[in-house]
């Protein structure tokens, strides 16, 4: 299974967490993640989820300028978000505790 | 700014084209565009590829975002209304023209459906050109059989009103005036929320040579061929002026 299959499920939980950081725009955003260590991830893969958190109300977006000049659209974290990345944090810890373990008994 | 490459320009406009003729919202579709546009810039600034954006399969990653943004069921109404409105309209001026107005229930179906028909096919090409590398060739042939079809279907609805009986309403000349007026809001209308103009300037450039000619009391072939002459002159400068003098702008 290639890293990316195994991204899919838990893009949305990352991208939720840097956006709880600070407000950013979809540039930004992707290089972020490519500094995490998501290099492999295409850039353009984060939209359609940026899109669907809007849609479930986990985050929204304005347009206003940025320092380097343009207009951008800039997401943020709503209250609804800040839950959905609670309970994504409380999924991972105890999915990742149990794969750690099954790893460590192999 | 940095001015974005053949390579993105093309994929923003495939895109474009692509949610457009899925039925996504005007306004979404433009959103997420100029978002992605700004995104390929920066990008294209720092060295990096479309490839490095959309994927290995830009087709598959414009797929994935068409599935995030809902069908836009009032846009959709607001073109069928205006291919619609617009289409029907010169037959109905025509006969207003030359007295009341009647229309057979056979002439109604037969071209609502080659609407539908017409505006279903032109979507279906238009994503599958988007989605799919083709020579202009390909492309040329693919309009061919869609001109062909569009011929086909206007012959069928006009041989199916002549040739197959069915219930038919005349309106009296009242109703017909009436119906004329409310034809003209409607065009109004559908030209402000649509944005363009072309239904109401194909009209007043086919009808107003026609009736001043007819004022002046001239023979009736001449009134037409006069009229159909203007009324192309007019339509070709309504669509190549503005590029023209965008064009100009551009080099200047």
Redesign the interface.
Known sequence: MSSTQMLKGILDGCLLALIAEEEVYGYELATKLATYGFADVSEGTIYPLLMRMQKLGWIESTQRQSPSGPKRKYYAITSAGRDELTAFSARWYSLSASVNQILKEE | ?HPLSTESTRFLDDLHVYLLASGKNEQATQ??VS??A??LR??ESDG?SV?????DSPAA?IQ??S???PFDWKGLLQVFGLVLVGGSSFSFFQQLFTGAVSYSAMLLTSFTSTVVLLIVCLALILRYLSTHMISHGRQKLLFGLFGGLFSVSILVTVLADRFIDSPTVTFSLPVSYAIGLLYLVVIVWLSVSSGTWVIAIGLAAYFLPQFVLHQTGVNGLIVILSSYLISMISMNLYFFLPMLLAKRQIQK
């Not at chain 2, 490839?51 to 994927?55: D, E, N």
């Open positions: 700014m959103d997420i978002e992605l700004d995104h920066d990008a990096k490839k490095s954006i959309t994927g990653y994935s975002i599935n995030e943004l």
